[in-house]
């Protein structure tokens, strides 16, 4: 008998066990991770013919390269012989990958170059290249792969208010290009990895978990987000399709509030984002800014900060997150963004240490979790009714209730219930 998912996750609640479940993660490599779009990496990572950096789908190794003819692939890292790890550094340059262990050579694009001792070698060479995902695509940059292949289009996996949220990041660009080539942090918390979608989009927690940076830095989140229901007027949406959205739009007191700073301070990129834009889009992207929002399963855009959720087991994952730099700005302006991002969520920062702490505590506490006292038991809820009632509906059917409220949280949960039990 599998996990019963739908005695363990309600419209207004959610069982501890799907966090400490061992048979439940298992199941989550193989449906969410293996059987459905995941956020690899992004283009501008692998800029040059030969680059390569190594990641993680779900539990599965692969490597990002980009080919001489400019194409991006996303490969297997082991070696189709013996299975031997091909890189264990975290990116580089080659024209090819050999294995360490007998020599075995591929190409950038995973197919089988050569063999040592050729005359005992009676394989198929076609059919020994690199295991790769069954379809990898692209949208503005951002690189998914489906290692089934069966997940339909990436398109449809992000849907047209996915594809809006990554397109209105790229459009802050004077180019509407981004890099992400400032380098990434890995923050290893041993938590489950379903609480960073949810903590990472909360904005119940800023008074309490981040009161040390309120009191501590001057943020545009005390005109955004905290100070209680009739404080502001942000946000928080969910999209459908596990993406969800804090939006602090409505809570911006002028354009660049979101930057905190004002258009003579930044005038060079002002002027350059609307010599492409035109003045009224240029000043509608001004005022809007990038969004707070969550891709499913994996990817967090974090205003002009990048994340990607990497589980390691049930109760271990890593948060990786790196700086947007904006292509067609100069060093200084950029440079800005990288300070801003590591006050934010480096290692010495306000806000990921704190969200760790509470991840862990919360790890802790649901460790005698079962999904048996789930299946009609009292002990080990997580109530999500927060906002329930005055929840409205929105342009393309999302829900919108104000950014105090569990929307977000019961939008990742309601899509994670259908492709548990969708995938079954």
């Known amino acids: 008998m599998g996990v019963p998912y739908a005695a363990l996750v309600h419209e207004d609640r959610v069982h501890g066990s799907l966090y400490t479940d061992p048979a439940v993660f298992a199941e989550e490599m193989d449906r969410v991770f293996r059987r459905g779009w995941v956020f690899v990496g992004h283009e501008s990572e692998i800029p040059a013919a030969g680059d390569w950096v190594a990641r993680r789908i779900g539990l599965e190794p692969v490597l990002m390269t980009r080919d001489g003819s400019g194409a991006v692939h996303a490969l297997a890292n082991r070696c189709a012989h013996r299975g031997n790890r091909l890189c264990v550094r975290e990116r580089g340059n080659a024209k090819a990958f050999q294995c360490a262990y007998h020599g075995w050579t591929f190409g950038l694009d995973g197919a089988l170059r050569s063999v ?10 076609a059919a020994l290249g690199l295991d790769r995902p069954g379809a990898v695509d692209s949208h503005r940059g951002f690189v998914f792969a489906n290692i089934s292949g069966d997940a339909g289009p990436l398109a449809a996996h992000l849907g047209s208010a996915g594809r809006a949220l990554l397109d209105r990041l790229c459009d802050l660009s004077p180019t509407g290009a981004l890099r992400f080539d400032a380098g990434w942090i890995g923050h290893r918390i041993d938590s489950n990895w379903k609480m960073w979608p949810e903590s990472d989009n909360d904005g119940y927690h800023l008074d309490f978990v981040h009161a040390s940076m309120l009191r501590a830095a001057d943020s545009y989140y005390k005109e955004t987000v905290v100070g209680g229901e009739k404080a502001n007027a942000s946000l928080a949406v969910d999209h459908g399709g596990g993406h969800v959205e804090l939006d602090m739009r409505p809570s911006y007191k002028g354009e660049l509030s979101w930057l905190g700073s004002a258009r003579a301070k930044v005038s060079a990129y002002c002027d350059a984002l609307t010599a492409r834009l035109g003045a ?4 509608a992207a001004l005022h809007d800014g990038p969004p707070h929002a969550f891709i499913f399963p994996n990817l967090f855009l974090g205003e002009l900060n990048i994340a990607r959720i990497e589980p390691l087991g049930v109760g271990a994952t890593v948060h990786h997150h790196t700086v947007v730099q904006f292509d067609g700005v100069d060093a200084a302006f950029n440079r800005r963004l990288l300070r801003q991002s590591e006050a934010a969520l480096g290692p010495a920062s306000f806000i990921v240490p704190d969200d760790a702490v509470v991840a862990e505590r919360m790890q802790m506490s ?13 002990l080990g809820w997580i109530d999500l009714t927060r906002g329930r009632a005055r929840e409205t509906r929105g342009a393309g059917g999302s829900r919108v209730g104000h950014i105090s409220d569990e929307t977000t949280n019961r939008g990742f949960w309601r899509h994670y219930r259908q492709v548990m039990e969708a995938r079954a």
């Open 366 to 378: 649901f460790a005698g979790a079962t999904a048996d006292s789930g299946n009609g038991g009292a």
């Open 280 to 283: 009224a889009r240029a000043a």
């Open 116 to 125: 040592p001792f050729v005359s005992g070698f009676d394989g198929d060479r």
